[in-house]
């Protein structure tokens, strides 16, 4: 079955570090691929999606992610973090021609300490 | 222009009664899709709808639940008889079209506790 894992469940960081989440998926087709950030209180909301071309794109507020074909991965990365950052991040595959069904990883909730 | 509204944001029923939660999608948008968050867990698809019919609903459970989204009016997820188990969050997201391409805007959920 398809699935999408995060590595990390939660992850706390002090204000400018360096973040990087991981993002594994399992599926050999070609994917569709999103990270979504819901903040305290809020509904989700798209930070960045892959769909083909470059595999680096960049985001919303900073974010980027590096798709690796040969390593399944989609893993988000941010140089350094704001205490707003504060939140909880999902990736999720979606495959391509496909419709509707998107698939999610557990999630990661990321802390910033001020 | 509106996002995804659900309502309610909060609902508590006692088992063995009915939930009933209502998605209305985005303006323009004919495409709703409902998906289940477990406590702990991600967030996990439930079922596809576009107006008036059922595309996808591979993820819902066999019995107690069911969802409609009626040529006028909201999308409705109903789960009859509800046990504690279904205590979740519930979200709806809409999108324009159904392809992988476009992308599912999400609504604020709905938080169901079952008592």
């Known amino acids: 079955a398809q699935s999408v894992s995060q590595h990390n469940h939660h992850v706390i960081l002090s204000e400018a570090a360096s973040l990087e989440l991981g993002c594994n998926y399992s599926y050999g087709g070609t994917v569709n691929l999103f990270w979504y950030v819901q903040y305290p209180g809020q509904h989700l909301q798209l930070l960045l999606k892959y769909f083909s071309g470059d595999p680096l794109v960049k985001g919303i507020k900073g974010f980027e992610a590096e798709f690796i074909k040969s390593k399944f991965s989609f893993n988000l990365r941010k140089p350094s973090v704001q205490w707003s950052d504060t939140a909880e991040y999902f990736c999720a595959v979606i495959h391509s021609g496909n419709t509707g069904k998107l698939i999610f990883g557990q999630g990661t909730t990321l802390q910033v300490k001020p | 222009n509106a996002g995804v509204m659900q309502n309610p944001r909060h609902l508590v029923r006692r088992r063995g009664q009915e939930a009933r939660l209502r998605c209305s999608p985005m303006k323009g948008h004919s495409h709703v899709y409902w998906y289940r968050q477990l406590p702990e867990e991600g967030l996990k698809f439930m079922v596809y709808l576009q107006k008036e019919n059922i595309i996808d609903e591979s993820g819902m459970p066999k019995e107690r639940f069911s969802a409609e989204f009626p040529k006028e009016g909201p999308s409705i997820l109903r789960i009859q008889q509800v046990v504690r188990g279904d205590s979740a969050a519930y979200f709806c997201?809409?999108?324009?079209?159904?392809?992988?391409?476009?992308?599912?805007?999400f609504g604020p959920g709905t938080r169901l506790t079952v008592l």
């Open positions: 997201a809409s999108s324009e079209a159904g392809s992988s391409y476009n992308e599912q805007f």
